[in-house]
């Protein structure tokens, strides 16, 4: 069975720092793309970031890119999201996804982890 | 970056209609177009990639149409277990965006 299985959300102040991981298991992790997707409580989905299968090509959305960075370890079987310079726009749940073909439609998810920004 | 709409913003539908959502992009994407469902406080789920390929254990009910600029999600006959909302993205280049999604609820 797939999993994908996120955690290190907190709540953090504005400028400081968080990573996210992600476990991942039921499947070949260095076979596959992976995502982060975040969304705002209340509010739609919003691609964050990519990384290829073995961790040497990445993507940022524009609100994150030179914050945010994307890496994986295939011998853990784990992504990560190292979150930098933190802002109140940053709050939300972030999700771990698997890209399925290749082609950026995601077919399984994690079940989330809460990051809140706030002083 | 490209730019996603849906419409309608929500609907209000009765088990057994037939419901279109229409998608549409600022810009051609071919058929780099996903489809995804998702219900309140769970993760969401992905029921059409590549514009019209159902993705696995999704049931038939639902289909995907179009190429370009404009898609389309309908679901055949709604069910109660397809009251959720539902977004579209676009995959043809990063960033990969997400429409603001359409709501269904119960009529």
Redesign the interface.
Known sequence: EVQLVESGGGLVQPGGSLRLSCVASGFTFNSYWM?W?HQAPGK????VS?INSDGSST????SVKGRFTISRDNAKNTLYLQMNSLRAEDTAVY?C?RD??S?????Y????TLVTVSS | ?IQMTQSPSSLSASVGDRVTITCRASQSISS?L?W?Q?KPGK????LI??ASSL?TGVPSRFSGSGSGTDFTLTISSLQPEDFATY?C????S????????TKVDIK
């Open positions: 995502h997707v739609g989905l919003v691609w990519r993507d940022y959305a524009d999700y996804a399925a073909y082609f950026g439609a995601t077919d998810w994690g079940q989330g | 970056d780099f996903n995804y998702q993760a969401p789920k992905l990639y590549a993705q977004y993205q676009q995959s043809y990063t960033p990969f965006t997400f429409g603001p999604g």
